[in-house]
């Protein structure tokens, strides 16, 4: 067997129906990358007869003057991790293919899950069949850069998944409870989900708002990946829905409310904490379905054709969904318009047939602020994997030089 240079067209016709395929390991991101001052290469390990037996997308920052020169393999390799003898074989053939053309290193990060959370953080009971991963590898020469908890890395180790079903039932209970009754809440309003055009990622991107990265970012992905494979997605909140669904919710709540109140004069009525407690809560719900109805009135007054509440750009590739961003009005943030945004889409894309749906990375903290929360508690499986590995290819440069700061310095010049 040996390393080849493939093309875009059979690297892409492999990686597709590889199982672990995903987005990275693709010539779209490559092509994407290259824009961005890489060099994307796709390396192939062919046996005698020419067959790819494992392949991999090879980024290479294009800079000559760097003193390290790295590869990275977003996502890891595509490879059967489990055949140890061919992930030798691959190993062995990119340290020979790579030292000829002056690499000192090559990182990678596979998507092989180290261990599985619950929602709030804690470690699931559940047998890890990937538990002695990192120690084949580096009984392979490769080094684990350690299992970090925030956003160090190149990709975040961290991720909120959500296992589709086509049983929308079943999909729905698999999620938390918190972010069913966001869901539910969300509904009672005047709410539309459509998909956007091109010329809506300015609208994206102003939801967003952070700023970083900038608006060419999402334009070009939308140019190397295509309107078939990343496409955005709105919540509009309709002006007169709105108002009908505020009247409606108030006056709904307010029935409860006056039921409860007649219940806490019922001296005698056993439970009395229990109807006090939800009194206090309803008195909130009456207030917020208040503060709607007026909101709705200055809602329909100033945007007679509805205002959008929430975005999501969506990468679609293979069985798997991934929600590269989103954002969310903050004026409206309380009515959990992103909640009903991605579950809508979630039932659809599960009908489609789609697979899994990739919420987005996280910290080990999970619920530390708004964006971390909703991926949280809309997914149904925390998972962790494995982390960075450095596979050494000149132990002299990688030792010296730029090593202290090998993340700013994590591609480098064309082969």
Not at 38 to 44: Q, T
Not at 242 to 253: G, M, T
Not at 307 to 335: C, H, M, P, R, W
Request: charged fraction near 25%; hydrophobic fraction near 35%.
């Amino acid at each position: 067997m040996q390393i080849i240079l493939l093309d875009e067209a059979r690297f892409d016709a492999f990686a597709i129906n590889h199982p672990r395929h995903n987005y990275y390991q693709t010539s779209n991101y490559g092509r994407l990358m290259t824009k961005n001052g890489h060099n994307a290469y796709y390396l192939g390990l062919v046996d005698d007869i020419g067959e790819i037996k494992a392949a991999t997308l090879m980024i290479v920052k294009n800079r000559k003057n760097d003193r390290k020169k790295m590869g990275y393999c977003p996502r890891g390799f595509l490879i059967d991790w489990e055949n140890e003898e061919l992930v030798k074989l691959f190993t062995e053939g990119l340290k020979d293919f790579l030292s000829k053309r002056n690499f000192t290193y090559l990182k990678l990060d596979p998507m092989i899950i180290y261990k599985e959370h619950n929602l709030d953080g804690s470690e699931k009971n559940t047998e890890n069949p990937n538990a002695n991963f990192t120690k084949k590898l580096q009984a392979l020469g490769y080094i684990h850069m350690g299992y970090n908890n925030g956003m160090e890395a190149s990709k975040p180790r961290w991720n909120g998944l959500t296992f589709m079903n086509t049983d929308i039932t079943s999909l729905y209970n698999s999620i938390s409870k918190e972010a069913r009754e966001k869901i539910v809440e969300a509904v009672k309003m005047g709410n539309k989900v459509y998909k956007g055009e091109q010329n809506d990622i300015t609208l994206l991107y102003n939801l967003i708002n952070n700023g970083v990265p900038p608006i060419d970012y999402y334009y070009n992905y939308y140019q190397f990946y295509g309107p078939t494979s990343f496409e955005v997605y709105f919540n509009k909140l309709e002006p007169i829905e709105y108002v009908n669904a505020s009247k409606r919710a108030y006056e709904e709540e307010e029935e409860v409310n006056n039921n409860l109140n007649m219940q806490m004069q019922d001296f005698n009525r056993p439970n009395k904490e229990m109807i006090i407690n939800e009194k206090l809560k309803s008195d909130e719900r009456l207030a917020k379905y208040k503060k709607n109805m007026l909101e709705a009135s200055k809602l329909f007054q100033a945007y007679p054709n509805g205002l959008e509440t929430a975005g999501v750009a969506v990468i679609k590739y293979g069985k798997t969904i991934t929600f590269l961003a989103s954002g969310v009005n903050e004026q409206f943030k309380d009515q959990n318009p992103e909640y009903l945004l991605k579950w809508q889409l979630m039932q659809e894309f599960a009908k489609q047939g789609y697979t899994i749906v990739n919420l987005g990375g996280l910290t080990s903290d999970l619920k530390k602020d708004y964006n971390s929360i909703v991926k949280t508690e809309l997914a149904n499986k925390i998972v962790e994997y494995v982390g960075e590995f450095d596979l050494v290819i000149n132990k002299k440069a990688y030792y010296t030089g730029t090593k202290l700061n090998p993340i700013l310095n994590w591609l480098n010049t064309p082969i």
